[in-house]
């Protein structure tokens, strides 16, 4: 999916670039209005901060409703009630006040997106299937194990789906807090220790959650018994 990312802080634009390339998301980062209108590439969703320093965000929004039915995530400081009214009536499809956390841009931009599709084609997508034994219904936020369907804390079902957006890759500790916690977590990361234990234990036997000391986790399925 291609997101342009209208944005003239780089270090909430950098790091909102990585969190989106990691969930494998392709960005086109511009810093002002008028590049923003001038961006000639193809493109899925817009991501657009209202602060811009050459033109109000709420106008490149208009022009940019005009000129067809992309769907326009607004991402903005701006709290006040009545931004984001006007952010809405002039065509956003959503709207997210900073400070924000990446998995919520992402669930903002595939709940717009799933809005934006036929609904045929939307009832067509399933659940994703690790191993014979585990599936994840991201669209509903459940997990079933051999049929049965798996109680998860938020977090742990949070941590689960992005472990698995890409199984056997070795993920820092950075990475993940980031990802699954917040863009600006800062502190102790036992919290993560303690999310892991508890998936383990309740997925014991269809995955596998390695610890590399001093780096990170990697997120195994399980081979199924007698597979060679």
Known sequence: MRVLLVEDDEPVAQSLRRGLIRYGFEVEWVSTGAAALGHQGPYDVVLLDLGLPDTDGLDVCKVLRERGDVPIIVISARSDETDRVVGLELGADDYVTKPFGVREVIARIRAVMRRAQPRTEVAAAGPDTYGSRLTIDRKAARVRLDGEEV??????????????????????????????????????????????????????????????????????????????
Do not use: C
């Open 151 to 228: 109680p998860l804390a938020p977090k742990e079902y949070d941590l689960l789906a992005f472990l698995t957006e890409e199984p056997g890759a070795l993920m820092s500790r950075e990475q993940i807090m980031e990802a699954v916690w917040d863009a600006n977590w800062f502190g102790p990361t036992k919290t993560l220790d303690v999310h892991v234990a508890a998936l383990r234990r309740k997925l014991a036997g269809a995955v596998v959650i390695e610890a590399v000391r001093g780096v990170g986790f990697r997120l195994e399925i399980a081979k199924a018994a007698g597979a060679s």
